[in-house]
């Protein structure tokens, strides 16, 4: 079952592909290609505690801004400067501070916001993680005032893996939710692996549905629907902070944060059990273990450990398609929250360092209808533009 918004979808690329399954191994892992570089792409503008960046359907150079304590800002180019702007102040519990996961997490656009004006936020309040649909006024720059209409809420046992990152299918035009574990260490409740459990999940639902008094719709062709929650699309993630799409085959992409020992970054597939808490990565979990089969388990795309080369926590990021020419082109970037590494991989597994982020702690990164790249994160009040990803100099993307 598909459903689609218009707008024109790309053809499926031709891809004979296989998992890297031991890990970032060096022979798989290269230097960076190119002259990359970060430079503020905002001057004048700041931000508290960025974790989201997404372009205004329609409307080049013009974002929202989402700040973790519940502010939903907008930044939009006037001329030659930015200027900045309140979309909607959302009532939040935590993210205040430090490595706090709650607080104002999740954005995205419905695929006909500019005629229906419809918009989804993802927040922690309360002791629950909640799925809200919001509406802007006419300027499609501010929320309108009308009540909101909540579509999830989800009793979360701790304040931390709330996952929290949300989007709409390129290809099937659903709602696509990501949940952490629940929290604490170790999945103490047993999320991960629970198909009855809406934690530790990549949830998928239709939001111009209405069924079985829930408000919201269950596509036909979830794998679930006859064993398990309806809205699961696919299990045994920890904590799926980040993740995305990439616009022409519909991959989704995530970057799981591990518990000890490895951090992954894997493609989501229906039905898909990404191992947590049974496995860590592409290793048992606990470390050391053996007994660690699992049917279908999918491995990851990618893993790295805990050391300087690597990091403690992974903040998965975007899609890069970008041109043919460029040593990036169809390449999944991300980071680590810790060490302000930054790699890409392609999805045989080859991976690149790329030059550190500044000293931002990584939460997120963003991406435009240019092409251009942003990284921010929740310990600097600046974002920035990644340049060079085209391989040329690093002078590319500079203001016109
Ligand atoms: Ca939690």
Redesign the pocket.
């Known amino acids: 079952m598909t459903k689609r918004y218009g707008g024109i979808l790309g053809v499926l690329a031709g891809t004979a592909f296989f998992f890297a399954c031991s890990g970032a191994e060096a022979e798989k892992t290269q230097p960076a290609t190119g002259n990359i570089s970060y430079a503020d792409a905002f001057p004048g503008i700041k931000f508290t505690r960025p974790v989201l960046l997404l372009e205004v359907p329609g409307m080049p150079e013009t974002f929202v801004v989402l700040e973790q304590p519940g502010t939903v800002q907008i930044v939009a180019r006037n001329d030659t400067s930015w200027n900045k702007s309140r979309f909607a102040d959302v009532e939040v519990t935590g993210g205040r501070s430090g490595g706090d996961e709650r607080g104002l997490l999740g954005f995205a656009f419905h695929p006909e916001y500019r005629t229906n004006r419809k918009y989804y936020f993802f927040y922690v309040h309360n002791s629950a993680?909640i799925l809200a649909e919001g509406l802007a006024d006419t300027t499609l720059l501010k929320d309108s005032g009308t009540p909101l209409r909540i579509l999830l809420s989800i009793p979360?046992?701790?304040?931390?893996?709330?996952g929290g990152t949300i989007g709409f299918g390129p290809k099937d035009g659903f709602l696509y939710v990501g949940t952490?574990d629940?929290?604490s260490a170790g999945d103490p409740k047993g999320n991960g692996q629970d198909k009855n459990a809406l934690l530790g999940k990549m949830l998928r639902i239709d939001v111009d549905a209405r069924e079985n008094g829930k408000p919201y719709g269950i596509p036909k062709d979830n794998p679930f629907v006859d064993g398990g929650a309806p809205e699961v699309w696919a299990y045994g993630l920890r904590n799926p902070w980040k993740w995305d799409f990439d616009s022409v085959t519909g991959d989704l992409w995530v970057g799981d944060v591990g518990q000890n020992r490895l951090e992954e970054i894997s493609i989501i597939e229906k039905g898909g059990n990404y191992g947590w808490k049974i496995w860590e990565g592409d290793q048992c979990y606990p470390r050391g273990g053996t007994d660690c089969a699992l049917s279908g388990h999918k491995p990851p795309v990618f893993t790295y450990g805990r050391d300087a080369e690597g990091g403690i926590s992974v903040t998965g990021g975007i899609f890069y398609r970008g041109d043919s020419s460029s040593p990036y082109h169809e390449s999944y970037l991300f980071g680590d929250y810790g060490t302000n590494n930054v790699w890409s991989v392609k999805k045989n597994g080859q991976a690149k360092v790329l030059p550190k982020s500044p000293e931002i702690s990584i939460s997120s990164f963003g991406k435009d209808s240019r092409g251009r790249v942003y990284i921010m994160g929740v310990g600097d009040d600046v974002i920035y533009r990644m340049d060079g990803l085209d391989g040329a100099s690093a002078a590319v993307g500079g203001r016109k």
């Open positions: 993680n979360d046992p701790y304040a931390n893996h709330n952490g629940g929290g």
